[in-house]
C-alpha cells in the first residue's frame, strides 16, 4: 500500500477515508498521487480514486449477495428518518438552508406565463423544473441530502429504491459530488430511466415487481451494508430540497394567488407548503393526485398517512400507496384542497403542454395542469396560478400512445362506421364528402361478408382526424343526412 502524501493530511477526504477503512476493506488508491499537479488537483484525484475504489467494493459486495433470497424482518424495514411514531415537520429555515446549499448545482427554472391563460380563465405561470438536468425537480432534494451527508456517509455512499425520478437525480448528483450511490428499481421501471441511472455511474439494480418490494429490497440492504437509505418523498432533507422550488416561485411571481402541486409520496407538497404559507399564508396550496393513486386525498380524510391501492396511472411518478409520514406531517394543516385527476385529463394536458407550450411534459408532472383542465377548481378563474410542470421523462413510445389516447379524448381523432352502397363510385363518393368537411382519412377498411341487410351495400370503418370535437359533431350530421346507417365511436371535447 502506498503511503500519503504529507499534504494530505490536513484534508477532509483522508479522515473520511480512515473511518470507513476501519470498518471495511478498502485499498489507497496509488493513482492519486501521480495524476495531481496541485494540491486541489490532488485532493480531485483522491476522492475520484476513493469513490471509484469504493464503488468496486460495493459492487463486489452485491455480487455476492442474492437480493431475491435475502430473508427480511419487519426490523429490516424501519427507516429512522421515516419512523411513523415520531414524524418530522420541517421548517422554513430548512428550506431557506437547502437554497443556500445546492445554489449552483441545481437550475433555478424559468417561471413563466402560459399560453393557456386565456383558455383556462386564469393567469398560468408554468414552473419549468422538467428543464433540470436530469429531466425533474427531483434534483433538488437529491443534492441537498446528499450534500447534509456527514463525511463518513459520503465516502460511505447511499441507497434509494426509486421507480425512476429520484433514482436519476441521486445518481446524477452522486456523481458529480462522488459519492457512491445505489438504486434498487422495480421492474415495472421505464428502461429510459434504468439505463439513465446505469450512465451516471451507479450500481442499478432491477428487482422487484413493484416499489414496494424495490423499497423492501434496498432497505434490507442498506441494513447488510451499513448504507444510508434515502427515501425520495419523505426523508426530511428530501422535504427541505423540493422546497426551494417555492422560493425561486415567490421571489420571480408577484403576487402569486395559488400553487397546484402535483402529489405522490408528498414530498414536494410539504416542502412548496411549508414554505409558500411561511412567506405568504394567502396562497391557496392545493394537492393534484391521479384518481387512481389518491394517496393524499385518502389520507387527509383520515387524518393520517393510509394505504390507497396504486393502480397503473399516467402519472406513474405519482403511484405511490402510502404518502410519506413526514410529508404528511409536514404539509396536511397547511393544504387548502386535494383533487383526483382522471386519466383522460392527464393525457389532455400532455397534450395541450406539447402543443402549446412546447414542453414535453410526463404525466405526473402534467397532473396539476390537468385538475385545472377537469374543471376542478373554479374557483381560482382570475386568479395567478402557479402550477410546477415537475417532470419531463416520458418514454418516446408512451408518449406517442398518450397522444393518440389524448387526440381521442379531445375528439380530434374520430371513428365510424357508415353502411354504403356496393355501386361502382360509392367509396369515391364517401370519400369526397369527408373531405369536404376538412376531414382527413388516417385508416379505412371495407366490410362486407358480415352484414345481414342488403346484399348491395357495404360497411365502411374509418379512423378519422378532424379539426376539433364541433367539426365531428358537424361531420356527424351531414353523414346521417346522406347515409341511413352512421355509427360514430364516442368523441370527448375539452
Ligand atoms: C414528475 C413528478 N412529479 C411529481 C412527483 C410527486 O412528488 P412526491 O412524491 O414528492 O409527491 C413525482 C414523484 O416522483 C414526479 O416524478
Not at 425512476?164 to 441521486?170: C, E, P, S
Not at 394567502?282 to 393520517?304: L, P, V
Not at 403511484?319 to 383522460?344: M, R, T, W
Amino acid at each position: 500500500m502506498d503511503s500519503i502524501n504529507l499534504e494530505l493530511n490536513n484534508l477532509d477526504i483522508k479522515e473520511q477515508f480512515i473511518n470507513v477503512k476501519k470498518s471495511e476493506p478498502l485499498s489507497i488508491p496509488t493513482t492519486a498521487k501521480s495524476a495531481a499537479s496541485s494540491i486541489e488537483d490532488l485532493n480531485a484525484d483522491f476522492r475520484e480514486n476513493l469513490y471509484l475504489d469504493r464503488m468496486n467494493y460495493l459492487r463486489e459486495e452485491i455480487s455476492k449477495i442474492n437480493v431475491k433470497e435475502m430473508e427480511i424482518n419487519p426490523d429490516d424495514l424501519f427507516d429512522k428518518f421515516c419512523d411513523p411514531e415520531n414524524p418530522v415537520s420541517i421548517k422554513f429555515n430548512d428550506i431557506s438552508a437547502a437554497a443556500y446549499r445546492i445554489k449552483g448545482g441545481v437550475e433555478n427554472t424559468p417561471c413563466t406565463r402560459s399560453h393557456m391563460s386565456d383558455l383556462t380563465g386564469m393567469e398560468i405561470f408554468f414552473k419549468k423544473d422538467f428543464l433540470q438536468y436530469t429531466g425533474s425537480f427531483k434534483e433538488r432534494g437529491a443534492r441537498f441530502a446528499l450534500l447534509s451527508l456527514s463525511k463518513e456517509q459520503r465516502t460511505k455512499g447511499v441507497i434509494a429504491a426509486s421507480a425512476g425520478n429520484h433514482a436519476q437525480a441521486l445518481c446524477y448528483h452522486g456523481k458529480m459530488l462522488k459519492i457512491p450511490v445505489i438504486v434498487v428499481m422495480p421492474k415495472i421501471a421505464p428502461i429510459m430511466k434504468v439505463s439513465n441511472c446505469r450512465s451516471y455511474g451507479a450500481i442499478v439494480l432491477v428487482e422487484g415487481t413493484n416499489m414496494s418490494e424495490a423499497k423492501n429490497y434496498a432497505l434490507k440492504l442498506s441494513k447488510m451494508l451499513n448504507l444510508m437509505y434515502i427515501n425520495g418523498y419523505d426523508h426530511p432533507n428530501i422535504l427541505a430540497g423540493q422546497g426551494t422550488m417555492a422560493l425561486e416561485i415567490i421571489e420571480e411571481i408577484p403576487n402569486v394567488d395559488a400553487i397546484v402541486v402535483p402529489t405522490g409520496g408528498g414530498g414536494l407538497l410539504a416542502g412548496i407548503a411549508v414554505a409558500a404559507k411561511y412567506m405568504n399564508p394567502d396562497i391557496m396550496i392545493i394537492a393534484a393526485e391521479s384518481e387512481r393513486c389518491a394517496g393524499f386525498y385518502n389520507s387527509m380524510i383520515n387524518g393520517k398517512p393510509t394505504f390507497t391501492k396504486a393502480e397503473s396511472t399516467l402519472a406513474d411518478g405519482l403511484a405511490v400507496p402510502v404518502v410519506g409520514v413526514n410529508s404528511f406531517a409536514s404539509a396536511h394543516k397547511l393544504v387548502d384542497k386535494c383533487v383526483c385527476v382522471q386519466e383522460e385529463f392527464i393525457a389532455i394536458a400532455i397534450l395541450r403542454l406539447l402543443e402549446l407550450e412546447k414542453a414535453v411534459v410526463e404525466g405526473a408532472g402534467a397532473c396539476g395542469f390537468a385538475a385545472i383542465l377537469q374543471g376542478l377548481l373554479p374557483e381560482l378563474k382570475g386568479k395567478r396560478v402557479v402550477i410546477p410542470l415537475c417532470g419531463g421523462n416520458i418514454d418516446t413510445s408512451i408518449l406517442g400512445r398518450v397522444l393518440e389516447r389524448a387526440l381521442v379524448a379531445d375528439g380530434r381523432l374520430i371513428k365510424i362506421w357508415v353502411t354504403i352502397s356496393d355501386r361502382p363510385g360509392s367509396l369515391a363518393e364517401f370519400c369526397k364528402l369527408i373531405s369536404s368537411q376538412g376531414a382527413s382519412i388516417k385508416d379505412i377498411a371495407h366490410e362486407r361478408a358480415w352484414l345481414k341487410n342488403d346484399i348491395f351495400s357495404v360497411q365502411v370503418q374509418g379512423v378519422l382526424e378532424v379539426e376539433n370535437s364541433e367539426k365531428a359533431r358537424e361531420l356527424e350530421m351531414v353523414l346521417r343526412s346522406k347515409y341511413e346507417k352512421v355509427v360514430m365511436g364516442s368523441y370527448g371535447g375539452h
